[in-house]
């Protein structure tokens, strides 16, 4: 295994862990993504991320959703 990328040599690229629920609309009023709750940049930028920030994300992202209203979220389920 590469140390570099954690993966085989000749094997594929390693799956990253994601939030993403395929939901992909942004709050103007929160900054956060209706259906991971991820901001913008965080979306964006995700696959540059160290795993080390992605996991720190993600414990983040339960919490976040109590800064978006409600009813924007009831369209979601």
Do not use: H, N
Request: some cysteine; aromatic content about 4%; proline content about 10%.
């Amino acid at each position: 295994m590469s140390e570099e990328t954690g993966t085989p040599p000749d094997g594929p690229p390693r799956p990253i862990a994601t939030p993403c629920i395929k939901v992909c609309v942004v709050d103007g009023e929160s900054g956060l993504c209706l259906g991971c709750y991820r901001q913008l940049s965080e979306v964006a930028g995700w696959q540059r991320l160290t795993d080390e920030d992605r996991a720190r994300i993600m414990t983040e992202l339960p919490a976040r959703r109590s800064r978006i209203r409600p009813e924007k979220l009831a369209m979601f389920g």
